[in-house]
């Protein structure tokens, strides 16, 4: 019964690659988000979306592309891997309420190695 | 004590202290704020949140203070335990651009608590 749910937990791959990490949530959220947190534990939003809508783009480059095939669904595609791109990659959740921020529910993280 | 520099802050307690952990935000428009606890090798777990309007709030064994004067947030956590060690963050979120709902969820830079036995 894992609220938000991301595979693989762990992925190494080697510089060039394309790769996916794929992510669920079973808590009826209309909003998905993708961060990741680099060595030093910084957690950076990457990207929003809501009901299937791109909402946050932050500056990512464009060989991240997220993909929401349903609300329960935000994929995270990555083409021609770098090593810069090494991190823990987490998928997160929330109930957005009209002008009210709400707690983001997070994924275990899918920790990204790149050779 | 705490420590600040290239590595995360740190604060070392022993079993059955108060914990303290400090977090300065960044935007005077938030409107509402998360502490996280974070274990080793987990995802960010909600600890207890505030609202803009409001300047204390308290759960179990622990309590937020909010101070926007000065765009401060803090985490007391009573008879801190062993199982309390973690990295917490602070989270504000910033309301969405033209009056959206789609605010943005920022996190700080964490800090590292560690307490003994």
């Known amino acids: 019964d894992t609220a938000v749910s991301q595979t693989p937990k762990y992925l190494v791959t080697q510089m060039g690659n394309d790769k996916s990490i794929k992510c669920e949530q079973n808590l009826g959220h209309d909003t998905m988000y993708w961060y990741k947190q680099d060595s030093k534990k910084f957690l950076k939003i990457m990207f929003s979306y809501n009901n299937k809508e791109l909402i946050i783009n932050e500056t990512v480059p464009n060989r991240f592309s997220p993909k929401s095939p349903d609300k329960a669904h935000l994929n995270l595609h990555i083409n021609s891997l770098e090593l810069g791109d090494s991190a823990v990659y987490f998928c997160?959740?929330?109930?957005?309420?009209w002008g009210r921020g709400t707690e983001a529910f997070f994924g275990q993280g899918t920790r990204l190695t790149v050779v | 004590g705490e420590s600040v520099g290239l590595h995360l802050p740190t604060l070392s307690v022993q079993e059955g202290d108060n914990s303290i952990i400090n977090c300065a935000y960044s935007n005077s428009a938030s409107d509402y704020f998360i502490w996280y606890k974070q274990e080793s090798g987990k995802g960010p777990q909600f600890i207890i949140d505030i609202r803009s309007n409001m300047d204390k709030r308290q759960g179990q064994r622990v309590t937020v203070l909010l101070n926007k004067t000065v765009k401060h947030l803090s985490l007391q956590i009573a008879a801190t335990q062993p199982g309390d060690s973690a990295v917490y963050f602070c989270?504000?979120?910033?309301?969405?651009?033209?009056?959206?709902?789609?605010?943005?969820?920022?996190f700080g830079q964490g800090t590292i608590l560690t307490v003994h036995p």
């Open positions: 997160a959740s929330s109930l957005v309420q």
């Open positions: 989270a504000e979120n910033s309301p969405g651009a033209g009056g959206t709902s789609y605010g943005k969820l920022t």
